[in-house]
């Protein structure tokens, strides 16, 4: 590419050779030579006509960003036509599945609905007890060994000794009444499953009482199910 000074100066040359020998320009013998064989027109013209396709090439370039600025249109449809180089580029196949949201998972559902006895003591000790630890027993049949509970070492300790003994199943509920009036319900199936001649569990640490705290009353309250799937709801009466 050639300035306009430049062009000039070649110009000069070329219609002097006598300066190209002069000492001025650090010519060999074969570079001048080469300048003199060209003519004077292909320097000015050659620059021209790139410059002047320059130009028409940005104004169209322009004319065109235009145009798309003022059609929504033809912005739309680069943008498909971008997105679908892309895609075809990089597409891949997905590597991870979409699926529905799935139910959260009930600890309940994964706990078998099976009978059990609910033995509760006057010192506040609490199992439970799988129905098929106990049998039934004909006339003059052996008896089993039950809970072993204390006896009172004066005459005013009533020492220990069944208070509560009743049946439910593990997906019902137990609730607990304190002689200062609080509340406190627990799943059957959280209740400590022991041996028959197990204590059991203090239920003060089981319901996280109070201290001095006392429990005055236990009910059972059995639940079933409405509905089946994630729609179903708990239905409870007392009993």
Known sequence: EFTKRQVEQLGILIRNPARLTDG????????????LNL????????????????YKELVETINDLRDILAKEQRVFSIIKKELREIRD????PRLTEIAPDEAEINIEDLIVNEGC??????????????????????????????????????EEDEGDFVQHLFAAT???????????????????YE?????????????????????????????????KKSGTGPNAVDQTWDE
Request: aromatic share 8%; hydrophobic share 40%; glycine share 10%.
């Open 117 to 154: 006895i609910i033995s509760i003591t006057h010192a506040g000790f609490i199992k439970r007890t799988a129905v098929s630890a106990f049998r039934a027993q004909r006339r003059g049949g052996k008896g089993v060994i039950g809970m072993q509970t204390r006896d009172g070492a004066t």
């Open 89 to 92: 580029k990089y597409g891949s």
């Open 24 to 35: 001025r320009y650090a010519f060999s013998e074969q570079q001048a030579d080469e300048i």
């Open 191 to 223: 209740i400590p499953e022991m041996g028959r001649a197990a204590k059991g569990r203090s239920i003060a640490n089981i319901l996280e009482l109070k201290p001095d705290e006392k429990i005055a009353a236990t009910i059972r309250i059995q639940s």
């Open 39 to 54: 003519r004077l027109y292909q320097l000015t013209g050659l620059e021209r006509e790139k410059i002047v396709n320059e």
């Open 170 to 188: 593990t997906h019902d509920y137990l609730m607990f009444f304190t002689a200062t009036g609080r509340a406190y319900v627990e799943k059957v």
